[in-house]
Structure formats: C-alpha cells, structure tokens
C-alpha cells in the first residue's frame, strides 16, 4: 500500500475543509456498523483515529496528519479506502476525492462505495439468477441484471427508492397480497427491529424509522411491537414484469466484508413447486425473510 506524499499544495491535503469532513464522517459512524464493539469506555462518538486507520489499512500517523488538515497527499487508492472505511456514500465519496484534489471515479452501474470488487464479480457470476446485496438498514447496495429486471431497481431512484422496506411500507397491497400482507409487515417489523438494536446510535437508522412512521399507517402498527427474528432463506412470490407472478426460493448470504449485509440470491421454482412454502412454513414469514419486493 502506497502511503500519501507530501506536497506544497493546499488542495490536496493540507486544507482543513477535507479534514473536517473526515473527521465528521469518523465521529457519526457507528463502531458497531463495522464490526468493532461499543465497549463502556469511548469517550468520543463515532470511531477512533486508529480504527480507522486500521480500516483503511494505512498508519495511524498518516490519516492523524489527514485529519489535522497537514499538507498531505492522499492517493486514489487511499481516499478509496478511507470511503470504504468510513461507510461513505457514493456523493460523500465523490466529495472526499474532490476535497483532495483528485476527480472521483467513475461510478458502476448498480454498485455501491462500500461493496467490495469479489463481491459485485460474484453477482455477475449469479446471472440470470437474480441476486442483490441490501446492509443492514435494508438499503440496496448492489446488484445484477437479473435483480434488475424483477425488482426494477433504478440507479436514478430517489430517497429510499432501494430501500427494501420503504418499498413495502409505502405502498398499497395487491390483490393477491391482502390475505397475509399483515402478517408479513409484522414479520419484517421484527426483523428489521432485531437489526436496528445493534445501530441503535447510527442517526441513519432513526431517520429512516422516523420517516417509516410518518409515511406508512401499517409502519406505525407493527413497529411498536417487541417481537424479533431474524433474515433467513425461504420462498416467496414477486410479479415478474415479463413472466408475471412467479414464485422463487431466496437465501440470505452473510458478507464477512461488509457486517450486517447480506447477498441475497433468488432461485426461480420450477411450475411443479408451485403452492408450497420452503420448509412447510408460515408463507407470510417466508415472504417477509426474503425482503420487501
């Protein structure tokens, strides 16, 4: 790993506009959000210097002078890893780089800051199967031509157009949904309720419950319940844009990169399989561990 230079520009390091933006992003990223315990004796919010640091894979040193505003040079691969690290989203990351003097690169169709490149080559691999990898706050990260197509993601959706339960909560049931549409809200309710407990100090999380509960009626049902679970493999049925309603197995992939994500993969059932749930279980909390669709 290449470390950063030094250099007599202001622009590219030593300018406290891009220190302060790292050391913003660092005080408002929840230690739990990347694997690293809370503990009773964090005197500061967010993480510390040398989490960080180790995140990124550079020195402690290196990103202290980074983040004291030093005229230091940071090179794509690092502010690359600092993104990373600090969980940046794709217009943080693209400000990060332009705050260091550096053109922030091109983005990929589908393709998240914070999805590593084995992850998103997997997803290729998975074609014509559809599969997507969704964090823990349920926001759609990545994914492949398949998911695409039956989940209609747009890379130009607005606010919470890729998050999976904002899909659900904020929209009005099919026809064929009603009978159990209940019992699945409840069911995602407790699995998102189990997730949200470890990200208790991460302001994304409240905002989203808090914008949940002023949009959805059915949200502000379930959610006060205290029923958990968790996200597990079963079957479900997705409206299909070409093939119409279609009935699919789905398992929920742990990322050891990325904790608290999940790739999930859709497996199309043949006609014969059709009428039964995965397991001989609930089809409503079948349909509920497989996302909000």
């Not at 309603?245 to 929920?252: A, G, K, L």
């Not at 014969?272 to 609930?282: L, P, S, V």
């Amino acid at each position: 790993m290449d470390g950063p230079s030094f250099a007599n520009s202001a622009a590219a390091g030593g300018n406290m506009a891009f220190a302060n933006f790292l050391r913003d992003r660092r005080q408002h990223l929840d230690p739990a959000s990347v694997g690293l315990p809370v503990g009773r004796r964090r005197r500061t919010p967010g993480l510390r210097r040398e989490e960080v640091a180790q995140l990124a894979d550079i020195g402690t040193a290196w990103y202290t002078a980074l983040e004291q505003g030093r005229d230091v040079r940071p090179s794509d691969q690092v502010l690359a890893n600092l993104a990373r690290a600090l969980r940046l989203t794709a217009v943080e990351r693209d400000h990060l780089f332009t705050l260091a003097g550096r053109r922030p690169p091109a983005r990929l169709e589908g393709a998240s800051d914070g999805v590593d490149a084995q992850s998103l080559a997997l997803l290729r691999r998975l074609e014509p199967d559809p599969a997507y990898i969704v964090d823990a706050r349920w926001d759609v990260l990545a994914w492949n031509q398949g998911a695409a197509d039956l989940f209609r993601f747009d890379a130009a959706a607005p606010a919470y157009g890729r998050n999976m339960l904002w899909r659900y909560f904020t929209r009005s049931p099919l026809p064929e949904e009603r009978a159990d549409w209940n019992a699945t809200a409840r069911a995602l309710a407790s699995i998102f309720r189990g997730q949200t407990a470890a990200h208790a100090n991460d302001p994304r999380f409240r905002e989203l419950i808090d914008d949940l509960l002023a949009a959805s009626e059915t949200f502000r049902r379930v959610w006060p319940g205290q029923e958990v679970r968790a996200l597990c493999a079963g079957r479900k049925w997705v409206n299909h844009p070409v093939r119409g309603r279609q009935e699919y197995d789905f398992v929920p992939l742990a990322l050891p990169s990325m904790p608290g994500a999940s790739l999930m993969v859709y497996l199309a059932c043949p006609p014969a399989a059709g009428g039964g749930t995965a397991g001989g279980g609930n089809p409503a909390e079948d349909e509920a561990a497989g996302g909000a669709a």
